[in-house]
């Protein structure tokens, strides 16, 4: 991360605090400090606050102040080093300045993480401190900086307002639909699409993806592009449709780019699919691959968390929490997406079956061409032992995708087994080979 600059953005949320002595003024106090409430002449200190403006770097100049790393509301990738630079643009010629650094887990900096104190400046003016502690992924901290400037007869004390810094697990975006290596379904022509995974589920920061498009591995024949595309906060997964035309059992190559803050990010990718007619896609008959599962709250409670117990044939066993097997508890609220081994096909009848298990909950089965729909709903059912749904009911011949979304109130108790508890989903008539789309 870079040398940062005060912009001016940034410049409303930065409350400096000084005291100090009027004689002071020259050549520390700052210009851009206004409002300054200072002590009587001669007197033994005075506060005051107000908004620091200032640059720094080759446009520093005599109002300059700080320049900080990592910059307010940037983005951290967790598994490389963290390190905090500060540096001074003022002071290091005549002072010595002591420096604290504190993080923080809110924005209230009422009990800090870690915090260092009695850093000093180099012969550069810069102070570098790197944390012990491991910051979580996906999640928002906060930190400042104060420091206390003395020389034979002044004492000047600043202290900052916080500055965010988001945790990522890393900058590698997941391809949602499709997957790296899956299928797209030709007969979506002129609306393709594809969705990543979003690079952190916060409404804070602006996140936008840039998606690309290639014939080739090595990715020289574009095939179309979208830059700037906003993060959709209301979900976990972001799309972009092409209206580009893909040719049948060709395959295809794509990468995507998130920008944080304007600060772009490493390309993801390439990924690669192949179009395919997914009226004619046999394989075996169950979800064997989870998409994507999304949860309306965070509930800690939760056991049985892994997705893969909802694929493949019904196996769920046991009767209590410890003996519990074979299923996932998706919440209330929550919803599920997996791609059929095969495409079902809508037969005579009800073609869908979803086995839950541990209790009867209520919940609304969608069918969908892609990964991240457009979804048709099957209706809703309460759902014991298992329970089926048809095709027909959504007004579509197939479905290679199945969205399964809990109804039940989502201040429904949290708990080890909260929500419906997905062991399978299967069709009920194979898939033949003679068999195509109605
Ligand atoms: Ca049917
Ligand atoms: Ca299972």
């Known amino acids: 991360m870079g040398v940062f600059a005060f912009s001016q953005k940034i410049n409303s949320k930065i409350v400096v605090n000084v005291v100090f002595r009027k004689q002071f003024f020259f050549p520390l106090v700052l210009v851009a400090l206004v409002a300054i ?44 080093l963290l ?33 260092v104190d009695g850093l000093t400046e180099d012969e550069n003016g810069t102070v570098t401190w790197a944390p012990t502690i491991t910051l979580g992924s996906d999640k928002v ?29 890393s900058g590698t975006l997941n391809p949602i639909g499709p ?26 920061p602006t996140i936008t993806y840039d998606f690309e498009l290639y014939r080739d591995p090595d990715m020289t024949d574009l095939v179309d592009s979208a830059y700037d ?37 490493e390309w993801s990718g390439p990924f690669y699919f192949q179009v395919k007619n997914y009226c004619e896609l046999s394989g075996p008959p169950y979800a064997y691959y ?35 097997r074979g299923f996932l508890s998706i919440d209330f609220g929550g919803e599920l997406v997996v791609e059929m081994g095969s495409t079902v096909l809508n037969g005579s009848g009800n073609d869908i079956r979803v086995y839950e298990y541990v209790s009867t909950e209520f919940i609304e089965v969608f069918a969908g061409m892609s990964e ?51 062991d399978a989903i299967t069709e009920i008539h194979p898939f033949s080979s003679s068999d195509m789309c109605g």
């Not at 005051?48 to 990738?77: E, L, R, Y």
């Open 179 to 204: 997957r790296n290596s899956g299928h797209m379904d030709i007969n979506l022509s002129g609306a393709f699409r594809f969705a990543v995974a979003n690079l952190l589920n916060s409404s804070g």
């Open 37 to 80: 409430v200072s002590c009587g002449g001669g007197g033994g200190g005075g506060t005051g606050s107000s908004s620091v403006s200032g640059t720094c770097g080759d446009n520093a100049t005599s109002f300059s102040i700080f320049c900080i790393s990592p910059v307010d509301n940037s983005a951290f990738v967790t598994d490389s």
């Open 83 to 115: 390190q905090f630079v500060i540096t001074n643009l003022e002071s290091h010629s005549y002072t010595d300045g002591k420096y604290s650094i504190s993080i923080f887990a809110d924005n209230l900096l009422s009990e800090p993480l870690e915090e």
């Open 141 to 169: 901290y906060y930190w400042r900086f104060s420091a206390v400037f003395t020389t034979s007869n002044n004492k000047q004390e600043l202290e900052t307002g916080s500055f965010a810094l988001y945790t990522l697990g």
């Open 229 to 265: 595309v906003p993060q959709v906060n209301s979900g976990i997964h972001t799309s972009w449709i092409t209206s580009a035309e893909l040719a049948q059992e060709s395959f295809y190559y794509w990468r995507v780019k998130p920008t944080f803050n304007g600060t772009p990010l």
């Open 290 to 324: 989870a998409i994507e599962w999304w949860r309306v709250r965070e509930c800690n409670e939760l056991l049985f968390t892994n997705m893969d117990e909802a694929l493949g044939r019904p196996n769920a066993s046991g009767l209590t929490n410890s003996e519990y």
């Open 372 to 422: 991240t729909g457009p979804w048709y709903s099957l209706g809703s059912k309460w759902c014991g032992e298992y329970c089926d749904f048809d095709l027909g009911a959504g007004g579509v011949s197939y479905a290679k995708y199945i969205k399964v979304k809990d109804l039940w109130h989502i201040t429904g108790s949290c708990h080890a087994s909260a929500g419906a508890d997905i």
